[in-house]
């Protein structure tokens, strides 16, 4: 046990904003400290919504739409996000399915300047006019206050599916302008979703990364305002995997602190490890195991002002799934687990996700029995 102060106790259910037949949640916190819960929702007649609700003292606001279409692409895995960039300005993005299958899907992001109430015309970041399944998109503050920069897995190099996928990254100003495309890396495995954070300074991204004889361990780069880093391992699992295992990282920075939290199957032992930096991501510490001995995965962590942080994960259980949540603190030790909620093991719960602000932790997943996104509050 860490001595560090106890971050997570009680966690109480708090009834979501999202009706039936909603999933593929995202929670992201804005420079204020808002919180803000994201998802589809299906109509009857099939129709799909991105909508979001900001979390208050006394639940969740009451949902806007940011978009809705016959067409939107709706997966487990790649879901929508959206993201404060300043008060009362907010990026977001979603998929769109092409009208033949074979052609894949695009990004589509929006601005609103209004706290949601109306947003841009759609644009594209990618400008590859290729067929190929662009996404697992992650948003975030571009430096210089130049709107929001967006960080999406590119398949223009393949072809027949022979090829690499590639980690691309541009910038899309408040008025709409569209900035350069930059290569973050060109070849990273193919279906795991990155994540890029602001931090001071620059961004850095966290993704897994795909060597040519399939090594597919943790990596990081960092943007300094000019250019991104050499990707370097946040840690040599050497986990050789000859196919995506849709398992991406999850980061989180707090300061100086970044925690960075992922799952590996290297040397056919599945883990969740959580690496901590003290310097801004210039290094990281040897990772802790947090799991319980039988983890899925789907990993996501939230930073602590000890330098800790606190994880969340599904373990399997001898009757299903379980969220379970575990601070880590600052020098790697472990803190008991707690079990947020049960949840089904298949593709159809997706990941987890826990956000931020003070002293109060915010949960929200699919639940798939009753067909709709559920919440939860942490507190000390």
Request: net charge negative.
């Amino acid at each position: 046990m860490s001595g560090d102060p106890e971050a997570l106790g009680s966690i109480t259910e708090v009834e979501a904003p999202a009706p039936q037949s909603s999933g593929q949640p995202n929670l992201s916190i804005g420079p204020g400290g808002k919180i803000y819960l994201s998802w589809i929702e299906t109509s009857d007649d099939r129709q799909a919504s991105l909508k979001f609700a900001m979390k208050t003292e006394q639940g969740w606001s009451e949902s806007r739409t940011v978009a809705q279409s016959y067409n939107m692409f709706r997966n487990w895995a790649d879901v929508p996000s959206l993201f404060e960039l300043s008060d009362g300005v907010l990026a977001a993005h979603w998929q769109v399915s092409s009208s033949d299958a074979d052609e894949g899907y695009s990004v589509n992001v929006a601005i609103s300047k209004d706290e949601g109430k109306t947003w841009s015309a759609p644009l594209t970041p990618h400008r590859d006019g290729g067929k190929g399944e662009h996404g697992f998109v992650s948003l975030a503050p571009a430096p210089a206050n130049n709107g929001v920069s967006v960080v999406w897995l590119d398949p223009r190099k393949l072809k027949d599916e022979a090829g690499d996928v590639a980690l691309m990254q541009t910038n899309v100003s408040l008025d709409g302008t569209l900035g350069e495309e930059s290569e973050i890396d060109p070849r990273v495995c193919e279906c795991c979703q990155p994540t890029v954070i602001p931090i001071s300074g620059g961004m850095l991204a966290v993704y897994r990364d795909r060597s040519a004889d399939e090594i597919r361990d943790i990596v990081i780069s960092r943007f300094d305002g000019s250019k991104w880093s050499e990707p370097k391992t946040v840690f040599d699992d050497k986990w050789q995997v000859y196919a995506c295992p849709i398992q991406g990282p999850a980061i989180s920075v707090l300061g100086s602190n970044v925690a960075v939290a992922w799952y590996t199957g290297a040397n056919d032992k599945e883990k969740v490890q959580v690496a901590l930096s003290k310097d801004g991501g210039i290094t990281f510490g040897a990772p802790t195991t947090v799991d319980d001995g039988n983890p899925i995965g789907r990993v996501d962590i939230a930073a602590l002002e000890s330098g800790g942080a606190v994880v969340t994960w599904i373990e399997h259980t001898d009757k299903g799934g379980e969220v379970r949540a575990r601070q880590v603190g600052s020098a790697g030790q472990k803190h008991e687990a707690h079990t947020v909620t049960k949840i089904s093991v298949g593709n159809a719960s997706g990941y987890p996700r826990i956000e931020r602000n003070g002293k109060e932790f915010v949960f929200a997943w699919t639940d798939t029995e009753g067909g709709r996104i559920r919440t939860a509050v942490g507190k000390p």
